[in-house]
């Protein structure tokens, strides 16, 4: 069974940067594609950047130019780097692994972006 722990989210103010990070178990990490995904109350969740295995990242347009997806594989650990944040980046964050057909998912971590 695969277990992802997010951490990293927090409140901070416009402009500032967070980092989340995503701990995975198992032995798929490696083989995976990687996602975070974003959702705010009453809407649904709504992937944020996505990561394939060796492939070129992928960033929805409300963020591209100010997020970064990465992974170590080494470590089981996939991260976001949250550049230049603005209110309407708040929500949960999770992150996804994806293999075999199979969606495995994170508990989620809050962002909090407000003056």
């Known amino acids: 069974q695969v277990q992802l722990v997010e951490s990293g989210g927090g409140l901070v103010q416009p402009g500032d940067s967070l980092r989340l990070s995503c701990v995975a178990s198992g032995s798929i990490f490696k083989v995976s594609h990687v996602n975070w995904y974003r959702q705010v109350p009453g809407n649904q969740r709504e992937l944020v950047a996505a990561?394939?295995?060796?492939?070129?990242?992928w960033y929805v347009d409300s963020v591209r130019g100010r997020f970064t997806i990465s992974r170590d594989n080494a470590k089981n650990t996939m991260y976001l780097q949250m550049n230049s944040l603005k209110p309407e980046d708040t929500g949960d964050y999770y992150c996804n692994l994806n293999w075999g057909g199979n969606d495995y998912w994170g508990k989620g971590t809050l962002v909090t972006v407000s003056s």
């Open positions: 990561l394939t295995n060796g492939g070129a990242p």
